[in-house]
């Protein structure tokens, strides 16, 4: 199966062998910039120009959940699954967010919402980046926001994780890349004048242990990161 997602407001699910269109999800009233599928092969996200985020089943034309992330386009997506995401739930800046009284009452929320097609409450997180130069990170099944992670200049366009689950890329028009210490919530390393233009992509490589960006300046390059 593949996804798609367009200018014309749609996402749409195609059948790769025949070219066949199984569905057409419609909900965004703008632009479709990006869309993901978790690692369930259920749960369609999706983000786009109207500055929300939309989680589908894949089995539904209907949105699931549908809450607005940003002030202004959003640019970039990244889910948080698995191991990974108990990591998160266990990192400094976000631990007391989920203990005790505060842990119940978000599982309450959950079970009267409902979340059929989405999984275990503690399973997935989303990073979000915008045009409105932030970071956010969001509770996937409910759409809570847990925080914001501020620095970049200009429009934060692509987002990565390390393979340990520990760090965060960030790249930016700002032609930066930056770099998020997941334990402690704050920047850990900023790479100004990466590129020479704006920087519109960036991906951790865990096999070489380098990461890859490209921007506008029709430029790809690799880095190094040994301290990290």
Same mark, same amino acid.
């Given at each position: 199966?593949?996804?798609?997602?367009?200018?014309?407001?749609?996402?749409? !699910?195609?059948?790769?062998?025949? /070219?066949?269109?199984?569905?057409?999800?419609?909900?965004?009233?703008?632009?479709?910039?990006?869309?993901?599928?978790? *690692?369930?092969?259920?749960?369609?996200?999706?983000?786009?120009?109207? *500055?929300?985020?939309?989680?589908?089943?894949?089995?539904?034309?209907?949105?699931?959940?549908?809450?607005?992330?940003?002030?202004?386009?959003? $640019? @970039?997506?990244? !889910?948080? $699954?698995?191991?990974?995401?108990?990591?998160?739930?266990?990192?400094?800046?976000?631990?007391?967010?989920?203990? /005790?009284?505060? #842990?119940?009452?978000?599982?309450? *929320?959950?079970?009267?919402? /409902?979340?059929?097609?989405?999984?275990?409450?503690? *399973?997935?997180?989303?990073?979000?980046? /915008?045009?409105? #130069?932030?970071? #956010?990170?969001?509770?996937?099944?409910?759409? $809570?926001?847990?925080?914001?992670?501020?620095?970049?200049?200009?429009?934060?366009?692509?987002?990565? !994780?390390?393979?340990?689950?520990?760090?965060?890329?960030?790249?930016?028009?700002?032609?930066?890349?930056?770099?998020?210490?997941?334990?402690?919530?704050? $920047?850990?390393?900023?790479?100004?004048? @990466?590129?020479?233009?704006?920087?519109?992509?960036?991906?951790?490589?865990?096999?070489?242990?380098?990461?890859?960006?490209?921007?506008?300046?029709?430029?790809?390059? !690799?880095?190094?990161?040994?301290?990290?």
């Amino acid at each position: 199966m593949l996804l798609s997602c367009s200018r014309d407001k749609t996402i749409k !699910l195609w059948e790769v062998a025949t /070219g066949y269109c199984k569905r057409t999800y419609t909900g965004h009233e703008n632009w479709v910039r990006r869309v993901l599928l978790a *690692q369930d092969n259920q749960t369609i996200v999706s983000a786009s120009d109207d *500055q929300s985020v939309i989680v589908w089943n894949i089995n539904k034309e209907a949105p699931v959940l549908r809450f607005f992330a940003h002030d202004n386009v959003i $640019e @970039a997506l990244l !889910l948080v $699954e698995g191991e990974h995401s108990g990591k998160l739930m266990g990192s400094d800046f976000l631990k007391h967010k989920f203990t /005790g009284e505060s #842990k119940l009452n978000a599982l309450k *929320q959950l079970t009267e919402k /409902g979340s059929e097609g989405l999984g275990n409450y503690y *399973q997935s997180f989303l990073f979000t980046g /915008g045009r409105d #130069k932030v970071i #956010k990170l969001f509770v996937l099944q409910t759409g $809570e926001h847990l925080h914001t992670f501020f620095g970049h200049d200009n429009w934060v366009r692509c987002l990565s !994780l390390h393979s340990s689950g520990k760090y965060l890329y960030s790249c930016s028009d700002d032609k930066s890349i930056r770099i998020w210490d997941l334990q402690s919530g704050k $920047e850990k390393k900023k790479f100004d004048a @990466a590129h020479d233009h704006f920087i519109s992509s960036v991906k951790f490589n865990p096999k070489y242990g380098v990461v890859a960006s490209g921007g506008n300046d029709m430029v790809l390059k !690799l880095w190094h990161l040994r301290t990290v």
